[in-house]
């Protein structure tokens, strides 16, 4: 199986990137599923049934998310239908939404860090309940952990190993350099990066972000502009559930 992990896309430029990129590299590389993080899908910050809609149609069979998915109440809704989207299983269980989802032998989980990003359950006992209660268990499990800290993302990796199939970071929108299997079978990466405005600040238009950084006075942030940086990541996986390849592909789209 080949899956295709894509970083944080960051609103219309990176839902364009996606669109224009995507069904291309499903062709090209023959990849099975695409799992996408959505939460900055929708004018740089949260998500709304429309911006979903047009991800899924783009070919992404699954979005996952983080801290902002409840940016915009319009989405919550569609937390508990149909749709594919997730928000992070380790929010208290009285919370809207799923944290995982499953298609065939393939489960998709969605968690979220707690060093400096914020103060939900442990995301290593969520996962560990998780892979107790569920029943049949699927074979082949891609973990999207949304998280700030590339030491907490160093060690849930390193805490599942041989567990689940792969565990990629999303949320820094800066993809990292580590990408590569672990020794008992787990493709691992800190950080998928993003899809978003190259010459920006983690997706934001510099101008406004830097404003801030001088002032320290509150300031209305914007998308930036510009070609777009796409970054996702390739895991090949054997039928056993076991990672056998991670690859980074990162390309650009130039400005429309």
Not at 2 to 23: F, S, T, Y
Request: aromatic share 6%.
């Amino acid at each position: 199986m080949k899956a295709l992990l894509i970083g944080d896309i960051i609103g219309k430029p990176g839902r364009r990137a996606v669109r224009e990129l995507v069904p291309g590299l499903r062709r090209q590389h023959g990849i099975d599923m695409v799992i996408a993080n959505g939460e900055n899908a929708a004018g740089g910050i949260g998500l709304t049934p429309s911006t979903a809609e047009e991800l899924l149609q783009s070919g992404v069979d699954v979005i996952t998310s983080g801290n902002h998915i409840w940016k915009h109440r319009e989405i919550i809704p569609y937390l508990d239908g149909r749709y594919p989207i997730l928000r992070p299983l380790n929010y208290p269980s009285n919370v809207p939404g799923k944290g995982y989802w499953i298609r065939g032998s393939v489960m998709v989980v969605s968690l979220m860090g707690r060093v400096f990003i914020g103060e939900l359950d442990c995301p290593f006992k969520a996962i560990d309940r998780l892979l107790e209660e569920i029943d049949p268990k699927p074979r082949i499990i891609l973990i999207d952990f949304h998280a700030e800290a590339t030491s907490e993302k160093g060690a849930l990796g390193l805490y599942l190993d041989g567990r689940v199939s792969a565990v990629a970071g999303t949320h820094t929108h800066i993809g990292t350099i580590d990408a590569r299997i672990l020794p008992k079978g787990t493709a691992f990466v800190s950080d998928i990066g993003m899809v978003g405005p190259r010459d920006s600040v983690i997706g934001d238009d510099p101008e406004g972000v830097i404003h801030k950084f001088l002032t320290q006075m509150p300031h209305r942030l914007a998308v930036g502009r510009g070609s777009v940086t796409f970054n996702s990541v390739l895991v090949e996986i054997e039928e056993n559930g076991r990672a056998t390849r991670i690859t980074r592909i990162d390309t650009e789209v130039a400005e429309s």
